[in-house]
């Protein structure tokens, strides 16, 4: 059994992980809510879930390979041990077990994490050093104030190349252990979202780890498609794809000071990241009319939408109507023209504006939208941080 300890938005970081592995039809998606993982109602694919962690059956993808291309995932390890009622003394001897066989004569490190089980964990960190420090090795046992370690601790101790992190997980009437492989690498994310040279605030910045999400639920094979983003900005998407190890991508954006911060931010890619070749163009074109460049099918389309002006304050229903209609006015004859250019199998994933209308947020309700023009809507999520004026409605579509 694998687990995945899941970011901050789960149901999208759960509908990555299933198209990447390609473990079951997206369609249809597991119930996230209490801290305790729960089989679904699928008897076809065995999995469970809580609302941060996900377990899954027969994984054979490559752990560190896997966590690299997710960007919803902060850790991913495998069950090694289960109980059916919590039993400090079986799981602290089950841990010093793995712990006492860390490589080396360095001083050991290990780490604790719960995930749904609320046992003071102090108390079988103390245990588990005692039994170790019997095996004559020095050890240290790696704490935090929070219930669990973050990828920081995890990785600033180097907890994985030495006794390991080990998590608690509840899983109906049984408690179960898992010993995380690998964790979320902060500081590449970080690198590429504050390190890039141009990053607009005014017109909006898409995070890295979004645009990563979009790409992957997709559930396309990067290495094997073309893909556009008719709505370029400063060129995140395209970044996020190169990575992804995709040959061939397509940029536009009506706006020219977009088009000049994708080129720069694409040449820092270049010089930072070792990148096989790959063809990239980037034009000054509105959406609309992306088709008197493009004369070519395209398999893919990822993109984030002209999200509207700027926002400071939650918007009255006048605001959103009007905010609507001028928004209709770009995204009509804008999706008319990409669904032309798309394959008949194409899939397209795009993010759109959703409004704080008082104390909630208020969808653009584009589905019948898409359905006229000849799209199936198979998926959709709301992506958001707190106090944000303007979320990201997001739609996965064939």
């Not at 119930?31 to 305790?36: M, P, Q, R, V, W």
């Not at 490190?109 to 046992?119: P, V």
């Not at 902060?186 to 999400?213: F, H, I, N, T």
């Not at 099918?297 to 999200?307: K, P």
Request: net charge neutral.
């Amino acid at each position: 059994m694998t687990f995945f300890i899941l970011g901050s938005h789960p149901e999208i970081s759960i509908a990555e992980i299933m198209a990447v592995t390609g473990v079951r039809d997206p369609s249809t998606r597991p119930t996230l809510g209490s801290d305790s993982l729960r089989m679904t109602s699928d008897p076809r694919h065995k999995f469970s879930v809580s609302k941060n962690v996900l377990l899954l059956e027969d994984v054979d993808e490559n752990m560190g390979k896997l966590q690299e291309r997710l960007a919803g995932t902060i850790k991913i390890g495998r069950i090694i041990g289960e109980m059916n009622e919590w039993n400090m003394d079986e799981a602290a001897t089950l841990i010093a077990s793995v712990v006492s066989e860390a490589a080396g004569k360095n001083k050991i490190e290990f780490g604790l994490s719960d995930y749904g089980i609320k046992q003071d964990l102090s108390t079988i960190g103390k245990e588990i050093k005692r039994q170790v420090k019997q095996t004559g090795r020095p050890v240290r046992y790696v704490s935090s104030r929070e219930p669990q370690l973050s990828s920081v601790i995890v990785k600033e101790n180097h907890l994985l190349e030495s006794g390991g992190e080990f998590v608690f997980l509840a899983s109906g009437d049984k408690i179960l252990i898992g010993q995380t492989e690998t964790v979320q690498d902060y500081k590449a994310w970080s690198k590429r979202d504050y390190g890039r040279p141009e990053r607009d605030a005014k017109s909006g910045m898409l995070p890295p780890k979004l645009a990563r999400m979009m790409i992957n639920l997709s559930g396309i094979d990067p290495k094997k498609v073309t893909l556009l983003d008719p709505f370029v900005g400063s060129g995140t998407i395209l970044m996020e794809a190169a990575l992804l190890g995709c040959k061939k991508l397509i940029g536009s954006d009506i706006s020219e000071k977009a088009i000049h911060d994708s080129k720069k931010n694409w040449n820092w890619l270049i010089q930072n990241f070792r990148l096989p070749e790959i063809s990239v163009s980037l034009h000054t074109s509105p959406a609309q009319k992306i088709d008197e460049i493009v004369n070519e099918e395209i398999d893919v389309v990822v993109t984030e939408t002209f999200l509207g002006k700027p926002k400071s304050k939650p918007l009255s229903e006048t605001e959103f109507n009007q905010t609507k209609k001028e928004l209709m006015e770009i995204y009509e004859p804008s999706f008319q023209t990409i669904k032309k250019l798309l394959k008949k199998d194409g899939v397209m994933v795009v993010a759109v504006p959703a409004f704080k209308v008082g104390n909630e947020y208020k969808r653009l309700n584009l589905e019948s939208f898409f359905k006229k023009i000849g799209f199936s809507v198979s998926q959709t999520f709301l992506y958001y941080r707190e106090n944000q004026i303007v979320a990201r409605e997001i739609f996965v579509l064939t």
